[in-house]
């Protein structure tokens, strides 16, 4: 698989594997669909694995060291995620966790941006991943903890770089707008842009892609489906749209954009891959998968080719901005 690298020589494979879904996400994810969904992604070179200690309280992070470490390190990169430490929560095995996934809520998330809070979500995550290091390090929506996160956590963050703990630190956030401040408020190295740069929704083209360009940030895209909506064919009015109920005006957008896919014999699917690819910021699409079938699904999406003609067909009707 091909490869693009950050301003300090990080290589990620244009796609990455989300495991969110190794943390149950929405329902149990079997040990056997893990080991074959990770086994999917190596075998067609995927080598960028993206986890965090919010997805299912830790338990993705077990699943993904544990398949992970049957590979040599120096092969593929890792990244997780600070500033959502767990913390004892009890009486929570009674109840389950009530942020989507389907684990016990045995620990509870407690937001911590602090240099102290960060370095222990560091040492957490070595430990429950069995790894002696992390790759990549993002600091975890920190939304409405922007100030502290984009002072004292992406300095931490930074110091971990410079001894050489980590390799390339950021942040990943559903929003735009505060992925731009922190690239002109820190030396990071990546972004992760979660639903605000895709087929549908091209927020981060106003302002985050031109100023990556300009810094030298890599941007990961992720949520490149909008959460289902891009995932099917033909979108129907059931998709699901930033996790909620699809707008009637977004809808007709995109099977409008579905229209011409199919006019040029590709998918919806496999534009919305291609599409956020075509950036030169864009160094990798982080795509969640559960199982063996999804990650091939993905892969072969990722593989389809693609003419031209499509962008320049979408780009005349006005439904999607020019990239070039």
């Not at 699409?285 to 593989?303: F, H, K, L, P």
């Amino acid at each position: 698989m091909k490869t693009r690298s950050t301003q300090r020589g990080l290589e990620l494979t244009e796609i990455g594997l989300g495991a969110a879904q190794l943390g149950n996400l929405y329902r149990e994810t079997t040990d056997t669909e893990v080991e074959e969904g990770v086994a999917a992604a190596w075998d067609a070179g995927v080598r960028y694995f993206d986890t965090a200690p919010h997805y299912g309280l830790g338990l993705s992070e077990r699943r993904l060291g544990e398949q992970l470490r049957t590979h040599p390190r120096d092969e593929y990169v890792i990244s997780s995620k600070v500033g959502k430490l767990l913390v004892p929560n009890p009486g929570g095995e009674d109840r389950m966790d009530d942020q989507g996934f389907a684990v016990p809520a045995v620990t509870t998330r407690q937001w911590d941006f602090s240099r102290d809070g960060i370095l222990r979500s560091v040492e957490e995550s070595l430990a429950r991943t069995g790894l002696d290091h992390i790759d990549v390090l993002y600091m975890h929506d920190p939304d409405d903890h922007f100030e502290q996160a984009s002072t004292e956590g992406i300095a931490a963050l930074i110091e971990l770089r410079e001894q050489g703990v980590v390799k390339a630190v950021g942040a990943g956030m559903n929003a735009a707008a505060p992925l731009a401040e922190l690239i002109r408020r820190a030396d990071v190295d990546l972004v992760m842009c979660a639903g605000r740069f895709t087929l549908i929704d091209d927020d981060a083209l106003a302002d985050l892609m031109p100023l990556a360009l300009e810094r030298n940030v890599g941007i990961v895209v992720a949520g490149v489906y909008n959460s289902g909506l891009l995932g099917r064919n033909r979108p129907s009015p059931d998709a699901t749209f930033d996790y909620g109920p699809v707008p009637p005006a977004i809808l007709e957008r995109a099977n409008r954009v579905a229209d011409a896919c199919e006019a040029h014999g590709v998918t919806l699917p496999e534009a919305a891959i291609a599409y956020v690819l075509r950036h030169p910021a864009v160094v990798s699409v982080v795509v969640g998968a559960r199982g063996g079938d999804q990650v091939r699904s993905n892969i072969e999406r990722y593989e389809a080719a693609m003419l031209d003609g499509l962008w320049a067909d979408l780009e005349a009707a006005g439904l999607v901005a020019a990239l070039s």
